[in-house]
């Protein structure tokens, strides 16, 4: 039954979590507005950011209100899970959050190394709102690692890095986490 559970919450929030990531990162890049996906996804969160939009200002082109429910949700997220809150789920929500974001970027570089392989449409809005985040992540790898004949190694190295800041930022908050937990009497 727990499993079932815990199945059903990471499902839940994992998807709201990712749609506000989603926003975030279109509203780092300037994704354009004319994207139907853009708009529609702007339309489904508009309702729920627009309170805290309201409060918490904005920092240049970063919407810390958007940042914040992220965390927000991250935080409840983990409570639902451990069934308890305190420091160790702001600690876990942190994680839930940072490993979220790295499989949504490792999941749109996959698609735009594959969508690079077919020759995708570049009129296709998906495709547009892919290039869109992708292409300003690999831009300063792709300056200072020249492509080889048609392999274009630049995402790979992204890749790469990512996964390894995401493995370090990773145990950094397993370590906290262990730290954090109530020694069980043997």
Known sequence: MFSIYSLVINFLFGTVVWLLLTRLLLQLVRAPFKNSFVQSLYMLLGPVLRPFEKVIPRYGNFNIAVAALVFFVGVIWATALSLSFGLLSLVLG????????????????????????????????????????????????????PPIGPLDLSVGVLMLTLTVAYQLVALGLQQIMLTLLPIAPL
């Not at 994680?95 to 974001?101: A, D, E, G, N, Y």
């Not at 499989?103 to 735009?112: A, D, P, Q």
């Not at 995708?120 to 792709?142: D, G, L, T, Y």
Request: proline share 6%; glycine share 0%.
């Open 94 to 145: 942190t994680f839930l959050v940072w490993q979220s974001l790295y499989w949504l970027l490792f999941l749109l570089l996959v698609v735009f190394v594959i969508a690079s392989f077919v020759q995708a449409s570049p009129h296709n809005e998906i495709m547009q709102v892919v290039n869109a985040i992708v292409k300003p992540m690999v831009a300063p790898f792709r300056r200072l690692i």
